[in-house]
């Protein structure tokens, strides 16, 4: 079964000020650190909605809240190693696993795993999360951790984000460039450049059904 999916421009906007003065200052590229500030914050900002956005108010819709999606419950306790491998069967009994899966946590999370055993006390036993943070190993998966996922979701405000699932199928579209708008004018009177940046993009899940997270995942 084919489908379509849509996609359309939505506008985030940052702004900052900065004294007029330290444009003067050879020894500080303000204006390379002022673009670099800014775009990394886009950047983080494209995650968290493709990852939470809510698909109204002007944002994309994130995983979390995309339709299809599937979700294991984890019964608001520590996650298990079983538990942790009932996403991906979730995922593989719709047909929808392929070779690009991945787990992503957030990094208290993958923490928690790190002292977790697999099988508890039975001999040979390892730690769920295997490797350093940004690069580790979940039942035979590579693994990240980032803090783009929430810690406070579920009614408590305490259950934390665990999202399994093939990652090349997160599509990002984007209109135009970042722009940059330089006002010198502004806030010439107090002395200062005021920086508007403006980009235009969306997010989208291509396959639903290839992606599982986890409800009710908590620390304790």
């Not at 990094?107 to 055993?117: G, I, N, R, Y």
Request: aromatic share 8%; charged share 20%; proline share 4%.
């Amino acid at each position: 079964t084919f489908t379509t999916r849509l996609m359309s421009p939505k506008e985030a906007i940052g702004v900052t000020p900065f004294p007029r003065r330290l444009v003067n200052m050879a020894a500080v590229d303000i204006e390379g650190r002022v673009r670099n500030s800014f775009i990394n914050k886009h950047t983080l900002l494209d995650d968290r909605m493709a990852l939470h956005g809510r698909g109204t108010d002007g944002e994309p819709t994130g995983i979390y809240n995309t339709p299809g999606v599937q979700a294991v419950a984890f019964g608001g306790a520590v996650p298990t190693y079983a538990k942790l491998v009932d996403l991906g069967g979730a995922i593989a009994d719709a047909n929808a696993d392929s070779d690009f899966m991945k787990y992503m946590m957030t990094p208290l999370m993958a923490s928690k795993m790190k002292q977790t055993l697999d099988f508890g006390a039975v001999a040979g036993s390892r730690p769920i999360w295997d490797g350093t943070y940004r690069d580790g190993q979940v039942a035979g998966y590579g693994a990240g951790s980032t803090k783009q996922l929430s810690s406070t979701l579920g009614a408590g405000a305490d259950e934390h984000g665990i999202v399994f699932g093939d990652w090349t199928g997160l599509i990002f579209g984007n209109w135009g460039a970042l722009e940059f708008i330089v006002d010198e004018v502004t806030l010439a009177d107090r002395g200062q450049i005021k920086i508007t940046t403006n980009k235009r993009g969306d997010s989208v899940v291509e396959r639903p059904e290839a992606f599982a997270v986890a409800s009710g995942a908590k620390l304790a």
